[in-house]
């Protein structure tokens, strides 16, 4: 690099050192025509000593006295001399502060982290900085043997040339990124600003180039944007992501009416009961692991283009196959005939997963509902799909789970009625529309009401609404657990008001029914100690119901908060017994006292030699056990005295009465008090 290239690239822009260089040259110039000049006045002086009309005498005039002549010369030859100085020691300093911003911008370009280059207009490097050896691999004399577009990202290299092109017709460059190719054969990415060099005339003839490598900040930026479109679990696209491509599909129909997809919604049964049994992480390996076998699944099915990773943290390419969340996954088939294509994929994909996962030295088997859905309108939209696919996936888990259901437009009235019915749910609970009505519980022997059944029942403006309605929907969304508080109070309040009314002995009693979400409130027992201490309920008198399946499902979950109860000293009932999956190593473990009867057994209980046997086993395991027994549905007067031989203590049902609001229930009470005592006095 020469000297003067070298300058003007240690200045901040193109101008300065120039003008300097200029001033440089012309002080030099000046002086030496200064120079020039004197010596020609000192040989002038001294010639016109010898021409013929200078005479010498001793009254010469002063001028022309050759004494005062040559002290003339010697001071002019001093000023002279003097000056000549002065301009060296001016010109020495110029050229020492260069110098020093020479030794400066040396230092910076070869300990700086950004390479910079020198390049002419034909791409040749006159100087690059030791930062392109350390950065990119390169020697000064292998980057000096080729061009500077050369380790260029051929995809890149048009843009550049067309940039450096812009900077020496414009003046003025712009900040752009581009790839490179490293020494061992990689890309890397730099940033680059190109800064023009102008000549003596003003010309541009170099570029000054400043390229930082921003690699790894490209690679942290893509990877932020890639966490933002995939699941962090188990790699696969979100929700986001399969969207954004399922949106593409549905404008790629509305273009050609020939292309047809559907979109799968997967849903794993069960899922919860891993997470329980075997704790999160199992959980997630699962995850992990049937992601990996759907879209292994869906690619035999040639319906998936792209790569699905075995492994955690690679990058999936294919959006085809997302995570929507939870034990969720979707699945977009493309171009497909028909929506019977759609079923036998989504039989293949369940057929696969039901094959043993290997998780934690476990075989675990799962199952999963799969619900279609297809475009039929030019209007849908992404999110309509994914809902409509869901809407058909509960259809399928309703149905009994393992089964795959196609989207129709009865679903979506379902699931628009279902989602009206939990606005008018919540609404109910704010205006206070819901009721407590009551059944009661006979002892079969004497025919006296002993207790109650509490359940709610919803006064709405058109009349009431029947539980089998809306206790669903209640349950799903949860509203099912402040609903039960108010039954709660509600029932106890009430007890206590007919127990003053109607003393007995024992005295009535109240069975309350709980759900699972109640039992996993983590302040059930002193919300229920408080509603007992409020009403001045013996704790004895309450009777809690939990469904079999809740009971014995998770023997060892549900257990220590039903011994919590059982301290307090409330009753507890298994209802609808018989239609789980009781046996009597898990009824052991529960600490009941009561077990109720399921109605699909009482009925025609004296006709029905099978239903006979299977109440018959109940009772007798019942008291075995030393618990009581309660047949529900208990209808007509034949099913009644059936019971009664089987030795069953207490029944309830539309025999005795159906379901009653409270003043119904008191003249109910005040007639059977009525009929006892008549009776014991007859």
């Given at each position: 690099?020469?000297q003067?290239s ?8 193109p ?8 001033r ?8 030496w025509g200064?120079?020039v000049a004197v010596m020609?006045v000192?040989?002038l002086g001294i010639?016109s000593?010898?021409?013929?009309w200078f005479?010498?005498?001793t009254?010469?005039q002063y001028w022309?006295?050759l ?9 002019l ?6 000056y000549?100085v ?8 110029i ?5 020093e ?5 040396q ?13 002419d207009?034909?791409g040749r490097?006159?100087y690059?900085s030791p930062?392109?050896?350390?950065v ?10 080729t061009s500077?577009?050369e ?6 290299r048009?843009?550049v040339?067309?940039a450096a092109?812009?900077?020496?017709q ?10 490179i ?6 890309w890397r990415t730099?940033?680059s600003?190109a800064?023009p ?5 003003g010309?541009i003839?170099k ?9 790894e900040?490209?690679r ?7 966490n933002?479109?995939?699941d ?6 979100n ?8 949106q593409?599909?549905?404008t ?6 020939n ?5 799968l919604?997967?849903d794993v049964?069960e ?7 075997l704790g999160h ?14 879209g292994?699944?869906?690619r ?18 294919d ?9 969720e996954f ?23 997963l039901?094959?043993p996962?290997?998780?934690?030295q ?8 799969i619900g279609i ?7 849908t939209q992404a999110?309509?799909l ?6 058909a996936?509960?259809?399928a888990k ?5 089964r795959?259901e ?6 979506h ?12 749910l ?7 529309e819901?009721?407590v ?23 709405r403006?058109?009349g009431?609404?029947s539980?089998?309605e809306?206790?669903a ?7 099912i657990?402040?609903?039960?508080r108010?039954?709660l ?8 008001l ?13 069975s309350?029914n709980?759900t699972?979400?109640e039992l ?11 509603a ?12 809690v119901?939990i469904?079999?399946?809740i009971a014995?499902?998770?023997?060892e979950?549900?257990?220590p ?18 239609t789980g999956?009781?046996s ?6 529960i ?6 009867i399921?109605?699909a057994f ?5 006709s ?20 009581q027994?309660v ?7 034949q ?12 029944a309830?049902g539309?025999f ?25 006095g007859g």
């Amino acid at each position: 690099m020469d000297q003067q290239s070298f300058q003007q690239v240690s200045s901040s822009s193109p101008e300065p050192i120039p003008i300097e260089m200029r001033r440089i040259e012309s002080s030099e110039w000046w002086l030496w025509g200064f120079a020039v000049a004197v010596m020609l006045v000192l040989t002038l002086g001294i010639v016109s000593f010898t021409f013929p009309w200078f005479v010498w005498g001793t009254k010469t005039q002063y001028w022309f006295d050759l004494r005062e002549w040559v002290r003339g010369l010697a001071a002019l030859v001093l000023m002279f001399n003097v000056y000549t100085v002065y301009q060296h020691l001016q010109l020495f300093r110029i050229r020492r502060q260069l110098a020093e911003r020479d030794q400066l911008f040396q230092l910076i370009s070869e300990n700086a982290v950004d390479m910079i280059a020198l390049v002419d207009r034909d791409g040749r490097r006159l100087y690059s900085s030791p930062a392109y050896q350390k950065v990119l691999g390169y020697s000064s004399e292998e980057l000096k043997s080729t061009s500077s577009f050369e380790e260029i990202h051929p995809n890149d290299r048009l843009r550049v040339v067309r940039a450096a092109e812009k900077v020496y017709q414009s003046g003025s460059g712009e900040r752009m990124e581009y790839r490179i190719r490293h020494r061992d054969g990689s890309w890397r990415t730099l940033e680059s600003t190109a800064s023009p060099v102008r000549n003596a005339r003003g010309q541009i003839d170099k570029l000054v180039i400043v390229n930082r490598d921003i690699t790894e900040r490209k690679r942290a930026e893509e990877l932020v944007v890639y966490n933002a479109f995939h699941d962090g679990l188990t790699n696969l696209p979100n929700r986001a992501l399969f969207l954004d491509r399922l949106q593409h599909a549905l404008t790629l129909s509305k273009r050609n009416s020939n292309y047809k997809f559907a979109v799968l919604l997967v849903d794993v049964d069960e899922f919860k009961v891993v997470n329980d049994s075997l704790g999160h992480t199992a959980g997630d390996d699962l995850l992990i692991k049937i992601g990996q076998r759907l879209g292994a699944s869906v690619r035999r099915n040639d319906t998936v283009t792209g790569a699905i990773s075995d492994t955690p943290y690679t990058p999936v390419n294919d959006p085809s196959l997302a995570r929507l969340g939870g034990d969720e996954f979707a699945i977009l088939l493309e171009d497909i005939q028909d929506p019977i294509g759609a079923v036998r994929i989504a039989n293949r994909v369940q057929k696969d997963l039901q094959a043993p996962f290997a998780i934690h030295q476990e075989q675990i088997v799962i199952s999963a509902s799969i619900g279609i859905a297809s475009s039929v309108s030019p209007d849908t939209q992404a999110e309509d799909l994914v809902r409509n696919a869901d809407i058909a996936m509960y259809r399928a888990k309703r149905a009994g789970k393992g089964r795959c259901e196609v989207f129709d437009t009865a679903m979506h009235a379902g699931a628009v009625k279902r989602l009206n019915m939990e606005g008018d749910l919540r609404k109910a609970l704010e205006r206070g529309e819901f009721r407590v009505y009551y059944q009661p519980i006979v002892l079969l022997q004497t025919g006296r009401i002993v207790g109650f059944e509490a359940l709610t029942r919803w006064q709405r403006p058109q009349g009431i609404l029947s539980p089998i309605e809306f206790i669903a929907v209640a349950e799903e969304t949860g509203l099912i657990v402040p609903m039960n508080r108010l039954l709660l109070r509600e029932a106890c309040q009430r007890l206590r008001l007919w127990q003053a009314e109607f003393p007995c002995t024992p005295p009535l009693t109240m069975s309350v029914n709980m759900t699972a979400q109640e039992l996993a409130q983590p302040g059930l027992t002193s919300e229920m100690l408080n509603a007992l201490r409020e009403t001045g309920v013996d704790p004895g008198c309450l009777r809690v119901e939990i469904i079999e399946t809740i009971a014995m499902g998770d023997a060892e979950k549900s257990s220590p908060v039903l011994a919590q109860l059982k301290a307090l000293g409330v009753r507890l009932s298994v209802d609808d017994f018989g239609t789980g999956y009781s046996s009597l190593s898990r009824l052991r473990k529960i600490p009941v006292d009561t077990l109720k009867i399921d109605r699909a057994f009482i009925a025609n209980v004296d006709s029905d030699l099978e239903n006979l046997e299977v109440v018959r086993a109940i009772i007798v395991l019942a008291h075995n056990l030393g618990l009581q027994v309660v047949a529900e549905g208990t209808e007509t007067e034949q099913e009644v005295e059936q019971l009664k031989q089987l030795n069953c203590e207490m029944a309830q049902g539309y025999f005795f009465s159906r379901p009653a609001d409270d003043q119904a229930i008191f003249e109910l009470l005040a007639k059977n008090q009525n009929a006892r005592g008549a009776a014991v006095g007859g």
